[in-house]
């Protein structure tokens, strides 16, 4: 099984880090959106975040379609 990267959105400028949970027994079920910040571990608990998101993904382009579009929301709401 292949590990889904943590990214920032939008990649030209990231302004929101998505951080995907814990992939142990198949893809991710839940993906935390967060500040840009240095990361304090592996775990996506150690960081704080705006938003917790439950899906289930199968495929990572996927996952990054439907985060993108909820990080692009938070972002204007946010005003980030």
């Given at each position: 099984m292949a590990y889904w990267d943590s990214y920032g959105y939008p990649e030209s400028e990231p302004k929101v880090w998505i951080t995907f949970g814990t992939q142990k027994d198949g893809p991710p079920q839940v993906a935390f959106l967060g500040p840009i910040r240095q990361p304090e571990g592996d775990s996506a608990k150690a960081v704080e975040y705006y938003q917790e998101v439950a899906g289930r993904w199968i495929d990572e382009r996927a996952a990054h379609?439907?985060?993108?579009?909820?990080?692009?929301?938070?972002?204007?709401?946010?005003?980030?």
């Open positions: 379609d439907d985060l993108n579009e909820i990080a692009q929301d938070l972002i204007e709401h946010k005003r980030l």
